[in-house]
Every structure is written in structure tokens, then in C-alpha cells.
């Protein structure tokens, strides 16, 4: 199937997705009477239209609270009562972004067991993190350790329980009804239990890392509806799930101080120790190994909150009153003092679902996008690749929080680079170049991880500068220039010294592998969209010494010169120079009907497209960058796309003056674009072993199996793939407030059927 086929099919909802319609309250119609375009946004009324309400389980979508460095994830009864009802991708979690965790390593694994030489023309071998296939793990462990440590792991599991210690029984939930109110950030979850009514309203504290609850209902006095705490262990198959509550490793949990109605716990992992306070309204009992209970046989309302830290002496736990005030004061400055888009009046009949994916975008990054790391591609929901994050989505990820009025957001994880400088520095050194070398796969400690990929994309490697110039872009404060300066130095360095010489210019690779990762790293030389990237950095990097008062240095002024072009041929861009015969071989008629996968590269991201969308391109040729696009739509394998893949091919129809195919774009009906009941869109793979029905359970009455949600022929290997939020809003951050030499209202939309409002947006470059 081409992409424009796929695109006649693109999604007409007005609200969430009919896979879900039987649980979701649709979203509001946004086509009411006409508005001014200068009329301000009601802004309670953009966001409260959108809240997630549910009146049963999805098992693919719980709800997610948090603050940027804490999440939680939420069943139908507002806890963590019932896991075992959701997908085995849908593990329910408490994650912080501090919590880091690594298995021992007795055999004293380093850095340097994880490389190996790789020949560098021009410039002899140099040590990559190199594994030339899956199969060397099994005879070298040092890569199972490297890659797999550190990892993020599970702080709790909060759930319903009784003072006796009975769990509650599924079976007699009835009546279930949650809404996730957006503009206060409290969930209330209501049912009823064997006839009797609960309600349970859950907040996660805005600046302390607490989950809040408070439960209403007659059965907290009259049968001890409590709430359980527990401490889980660290499964050794860390994904997508790190929990497990049987015994590994070295583990042990004391309480450090008690007191009537307050805890206070330290719990060690091997050489992981962590705190965690109880707080509650009711009586609080050690009830397990790993395990308290909070209950209350005087009233019919119980309060508990579970605070986290990383430090011995806990902060101050503040009344219950006052948290739920701070929490409500918090989300009602994010959604008033941040951008915001308003399509009220328009009709076309998309208008609603695209307000909708852009309100729930902007309350996920708000709470998976937003801490004091880069974020992970799954955030704070489930583990992937370990739960270390990939630099080269962070600006997928994060890049609309400055373009949308909240700097202060995005400046939350920029120290990480700031705080691994002289890591980076190392590792350019180590290959023999200047500057700072930024990883891909990465945890805390800036070390890259072991990959077949990995130690060969350079993408990231502008990312920092880009970032702070956005951020630059929104604040226009000289302390921006202060803080990062020095990061953009370093990284400018390393653009201009990286590319190799040949023939009197400079190459980006070999060994290089692009932001379309199906080349051989050891032959890819010159990828459209690296070399116009490098070249756009490297100049920003220069505005950035100009507005500092800084002369524009010479070596990278040389460098912009000699950095080779963008390759073409036959009036289309290539994806790298060295694959000369790209188009050709896509067009044949065995790319097109996908029969000879191995010599058919025209799958996985068009990433050469991102040269005159995701950046503005100085060298890019419009009317070639059309044709290529229109080359790309006609031949691509769109089976094989990815979640930010429609936000970026968005981006780029923008600019070429096409806003119908941006809009088309992003609502292509593809599997990784199908958008749920929270906002969350799933990642789906390829696999000529899916069947119609997928296992879900495993109990004593055997495998319990249920429909393949993406059909035979697919794999789901994620509920959520985050980077398509943060693109999504870098997209229509771009499409409504315009880019640099941009003209006329919201550029980036159709100008029949779409009414456009948009405050407190900064134009993107």
C-alpha cells in the first residue's frame, strides 16, 4: 500500500478512536458558532472538554498522573488495585525519574568490555560500542550487563485491600465510572463494591514526589476498606514491567521512624536505597516483608499519602488540604500561562479528535516529558530498552515546551548535558575529535549502551544547541546564553570536527547511521538530513557567540563552507549519498509490493524529509523537497512507520506550501498512529507470526487469549511511544504560529474549513 492510498483512509473522527468508544465520553464538538480569530481562548473550556472519562476497564490504557519526575499509573479503581485486568504492556507503576537501579556486577564489567575497534577511513580504528549482532551476547555477557544496567525500576504498588488482608475481588466491581479532570489534576474513580458505593480520588503532588489518595465510602468504617503499599523487588526481565514481589537479590526494607498516623521507610535493592514516608488519616500496620496497610474503622473517609526521596531526612509532609490546593493551583498555571490552540468554529470534521490529541499531548509531556532527565520513549509508563532514554527523541519529546510558552519545563532535563560535559568530551576524545560527543542510548551516567545501532547515529549530536536555542528563542534572556553556552560550544566543536575530509569536503560517515536506521554503518556517507543539520547547528552556534559578544570562529566558518551538500539525484533528495540507486529501487515493482525486503530501503523513517520541516534547511531546494515528498508518499512502506514519522512529514508539507497533506498527515490511518482514550499511541511492529488472537493471562485455568488489538501480521510491542506526543505539538506548534519567514495566520492550516486560534506560541526556526 503507498502512502497516498493510506491517506484516503485517514481518520474523520470527532472524538477518541472507535476501538474505545464503548468507554470514552466523546469529546466535545468543537464546529460551534463562529468565533473571532483575535477572541481569547476559554481556556477551562479548551481543556475541560477534553477530560478523560471511562465507564469500564481498557486494558491497554490506564490513566497516568504525575509531575515530570514522578508517575503513576492508575486502574479503573483510581490505585493499582487489579493489574492482572490490563495488558501485560500496561503494567501499572510508580517511576520516578531518579530511580535507577543495577543488577550486581561481580565480574566488574567497564566501559571499555563494550568496545570494539572500528575502522575509520582516514583516521585508523576507533572504539564503538559495537555489537555486529544479538548473537554476541550470548558469548560475551559483558554486553548483556552494559546494555541492560542502569535501569529504571518500580518505587510501589498502591492498591485497595481490606484490614483483614482480603484482596478485593474483582467480580464485584460494578457501576464503574473515572474521569480524569485535566485542569485540577485529580482523578476520581467511582463504583461500587458488592453493592456499595466507593469513591477514590487520586492526585500525584506537584513539587514533592507523593501520590495522594482519599477514599470515600461506608465501607472504610464497616468492613476496613483499606489502602495496601507495597514494595516490590526488581524483575530481572526488566521490560516492559520491572516488578516482581518475589524474592531477588539483595533486598530489605526497615522502618526509620514512626509515628501516629506517619511512617517513614528505607528500602534497599542491592546498592540502590531509597525513602518513602506513609502519611495517612488512619491507622498505618507493617503487613508483609515488603508491605503496609493504612485503615480506618472510625470514619467512612480515609486519607493516605506515599511520599518518595532519595534522601535520608524527608521533606516535611504537608496537610492533605494543602496538597490538593497545590496540586490544583499547578495545573490551573500550566494550562493558563502556557500556549494554547483553539480550532472552535472550524468544519472540518477532524477539528475535534486534533484538539483532543493536542490537550492530552500537552498533560502527558507535562507528566512523562518534564523532569530532570532527557525522557524515555515510554516516559514513566513501562520500560523499554531499560527504561534508559534515547537522545536523538529528545526534541521530539520535549522541543514544543519552549515553542509553547514553558521553558521553565524543557530547562528541567537541559542541566542533564550541563552535568555530563566532560563524559561527552571523553568520548570525542576518544575518537580522536574536538568537542563534546553526546551518546543515543543512555542512562543517568552518560554512557552509551551497547547496540547493533546505536554507537553510529549522530542525529543527537546538534540536538543540545537546537534545544537551547529554543529555548533561547521563547525567553530571549541573555542567563539563557550563561547557562548552555558552554554546552554549544562543545557540541559546535564537535560538528565541525567530526565530518571526515575527502576530496577537498567535508563527509558526515562512514561509519554512520541516519535517523533512517536500515544502512550499513560502515559504507553511509552523507545523509540529507545530517549534513543540513550539522550545517544548521553549526551556524546557530555562531549566532550564539555573536549575541554574546563573540567573534564568529574561523575553523567553524570553514567548516559551514566545505561540509558536503545534500545529495540528489534525478531532481529527488537522496535519504545518503552512498545508496545512489534509492529511488530506483524503491520504484521497482518488488519494493512495491514489498517482496525483496533486503535491497528495499524505502521503509522506516523518511527522515531525509526533516531537511526542510523539522529544521529549515538553508541548501534544500523547495520544489525538489516537493518532489521528493510526493516520491515518498507514493512509495514508501507504511507499515513500517513510526509515531513521530506523521508529526515530522507534517512539518515538512508545511513548509512546502501543501497545509491539506499536513493536516492529512497527521491523521494518517496507520497502526502506529491510532490515538486512545488518554491520548496515548501504541508501537506496533511488523511480525509475520502474529496471529488473530494473543495471549493476555496465564492463571490456573490456562492461557487466557483475546483478540490481536493490530491484526494478524502485527505485534504490539508498547501501549504508548511518547515521541508521537511531543511531535504531534511541535507540529501544530509549527502549522499555527508559523516559522521563520512564514507568513499569513496559521500557515501550516488549510484555510477552508479550519479556524485557527493559537496563544503564547513562538514561531519555530
Not at 100 to 116: A, K, M, R, V
Not at 187 to 203: A, H, I, M, N
Not at 343 to 369: C, H, I, K
Request: charged share 20%; net charge negative.
Amino acid at each position: 500500500m503507498s502512502l497516498r492510498t493510506a491517506l484516503l483512509a485517514f481518520t474523520l473522527l470527532a472524538g477518541p478512536t472507535a476501538a474505545c468508544a464503548q468507554t470514552v465520553t466523546p469529546a466535545s464538538p468543537v464546529v460551534a458558532a463562529a468565533v473571532a480569530p483575535d477572541a481569547p481562548i476559554d481556556r477551562h473550556a479548551l481543556v475541560t472538554r477534553h477530560n478523560v472519562s471511562l465507564t469500564a476497564i481498557d486494558r491497554h490504557a490506564p490513566i497516568m498522573l504525575g509531575n515530570g519526575d514522578l508517575g503513576f499509573t492508575a486502574d479503573i479503581t483510581g490505585l493499582q488495585t487489579f493489574p492482572e485486568q490490563y495488558s501485560e504492556l500496561s503494567p501499572l507503576l510508580t517511576m520516578a525519574q531518579w530511580a535507577w537501579h543495577s543488577f550486581p556486577n561481580p565480574n566488574g564489567y567497564t566501559e571499555q568490555d563494550g568496545l570494539i575497534d572500528v575502522p575509520v577511513p582516514g583516521r585508523g580504528e576507533q572504539p564503538y560500542a559495537w555489537m555486529k549482532s544479538w548473537a554476541v551476547a550470548e558469548t560475551q555477557p559483558a554486553y548483556t550487563w552494559l546494555r541492560a544496567n542502569p535501569h529504571r525500576f518500580s518505587l510501589s504498588r498502591i492498591g485497595l485491600t481490606f484490614a483483614d488482608g482480603r484482596p478485593l475481588d474483582f467480580a464485584k466491581v460494578a457501576d464503574t465510572r473515572q474521569t480524569l479532570d485535566l485542569w485540577s489534576g485529580a482523578l476520581t474513580s467511582r463504583f461500587t463494591y458488592d453493592g456499595q458505593p466507593v469513591e477514590v480520588v487520586t492526585r500525584v503532588h506537584p513539587t514533592l514526589d507523593m501520590v495522594m489518595v482519599e477514599i470515600a465510602s461506608p465501607l472504610v468504617a464497616a468492613q476496613g476498606l483499606a489502602v495496601q503499599v507495597r514494595y516490590p523487588g526488581v524483575n530481572p526481565a526488566i521490560n516492559p514491567d520491572p516488578t516482581t514481589f518475589e524474592a531477588s537479590g539483595a533486598q530489605s526494607l526497615s522502618v526509620v521512624a514512626s509515628d501516629t498516623g506517619d511512617v517513614h521507610i528505607r528500602r534497599t535493592l542491592d546498592d540502590t536505597t531509597y525513602y518513602s514516608g506513609i502519611t495517612a488519616s488512619g491507622k498505618i500496620e507493617q503487613s508483609g516483608p515488603d508491605a503496609f496497610r493504612v485503615a480506618s474503622t472510625v470514619r467512612d473517609r480515609l486519607t493516605v499519602m506515599v511520599r518518595f526521596d532519595q534522601q535520608a531526612q524527608a521533606p516535611t509532609t504537608p496537610a492533605y488540604s494543602a496538597g490538593v490546593q497545590a496540586t490544583t493551583a499547578h495545573w490551573n498555571t500550566f494550562w493558563t500561562q502556557g500556549g494554547a490552540v483553539d480550532f472552535t468554529g472550524s468544519t472540518d470534521p477532524r477539528a475535534a479528535e486534533l484538539e483532543r490529541r493536542v490537550v492530552l499531548s500537552q498533560y502527558l509531556s507535562a507528566v512523562n516529558g518534564a523532569g530532570e532527565l532527557p525522557p524515555q520513549e515510554e516516559g514513566l509508563f513501562s520500560n523499554s530498552w531499560y527504561g534508559k532514554f534515547h537522545l536523538e527523541m529528545h526534541p521530539w519529546h520535549a522541543g514544543w515546551q519552549a515553542m509553547w510558552g514553558h521553558p521553565d519545563m524543557l530547562e528541567r532535563s537541559l542541566p542533564w548535558y550541563v552535568g555530563n560535559l566532560a563524559h561527552a568530551r571523553a568520548e570525542a576524545a576518544r575518537h580522536h575529535v574536538k568537542g563534546a560527543w553526546w551518546p543515543k542510548m543512555v542512562g543517568p551516567e552518560g554512557r552509551n549502551s551497547p547496540s547493533l545501532v546505536s554507537p553510529f547515529i549522530m542525529w543527537q549530536q546538534p540536538h543540545p544547541i537546537l534545544l537551547a536555542e529554543l529555548v533561547w528563542r521563547a525567553e530571549k534572556n541573555p542567563a539563557v546564553l550563561d547557562r548552555y553556552g558552554e554546552v554549544v560550544e562543545a557540541t559546535a566543536d564537535l560538528l565541525a570536527s567530526w565530518p571526515i575530509e575527502h576530496d577537498g569536503r567535508l563527509n558526515l560517515g562512514a561509519p554512520m547511521i541516519p535517523a533512517q536506521e536500515n544502512y550499513d554503518p560502515l559504507t553511509t556517507v552523507n545523509p540529507t538530513f545530517e549534513v543540513e543539520y550539522f550545517r544548521w547547528a553549526l551556524e546557530t552556534a555562531q549566532a550564539w557567540r555573536q549575541r554574546r559578544g563573540q567573534a564568529r570562529r574561523a575553523d567553524w566558518d570553514q567548516a559551514l563552507a566545505r561540509i558536503a551538500p545534500p545529495p540528489m539525484k534525478d531532481g529527488l533528495y537522496l535519504p545518503v549519498e552512498s545508496v545512489p540507486d534509492f529511488w530506483e529501487t524503491a520504484m521497482s515493482d518488488a519494493c512495491r509490493r514489498h517482496a525483496a525486503a533486503a535491497q528495499c530501503k524505502n521503509r522506516d523513517h523518511p527522515s531525509f524529509l526533516m531537511a526542510y520541516g523539522f529544521i529549515p534547511g538553508a541548501r534544500i531546494d523547495p520544489a525538489a523537497m516537493r518532489r521528493t515528498f510526493e516520491a515518498v508518499e507514493q512509495n514508501w512502506d507504511v507499515r513500517q512507520t513510526w509515531g513521530w514519522d506523521f508529526p515530522m512529514m507534517a512539518m515538512t508539507a508545511a513548509r512546502i506550501g501543501e497545509p491539506e497533506k499536513a493536516v492529512n498527515w497527521l491523521f494518517a490511518d496507520l497502526k502506529n498512529n491510532q490515538w486512545g482514550v488518554t491520548g496515548m499511541t501504541p508501537r506496533v511492529h511488523l511480525d509475520e507470526h502474529a496471529n488473530e488472537l494473543v495471549p493476555v493471562s496465564a492463571g490456573a485455568g490456562g492461557v487466557e487469549m483475546a483478540v490481536n488489538p493490530d491484526g494478524p501480521g502485527y505485534r504490539r510491542a508498547a501501549e504508548t511511544y511518547f515521541p508521537s506526543n511531543g511531535s504531534l505539538l511541535m507540529a501544530v506548534g509549527l502549522m499555527a504560529a508559523g516559522w521563520d519567514g512564514s507568513s499569513g495566520h496559521a500557515p501550516g492550516f488549510p484555510k477552508d474549513g479550519w479556524t485557527v486560534r493559537a496563544e503564547g506560541l513562538t514561531p519555530a526556526p
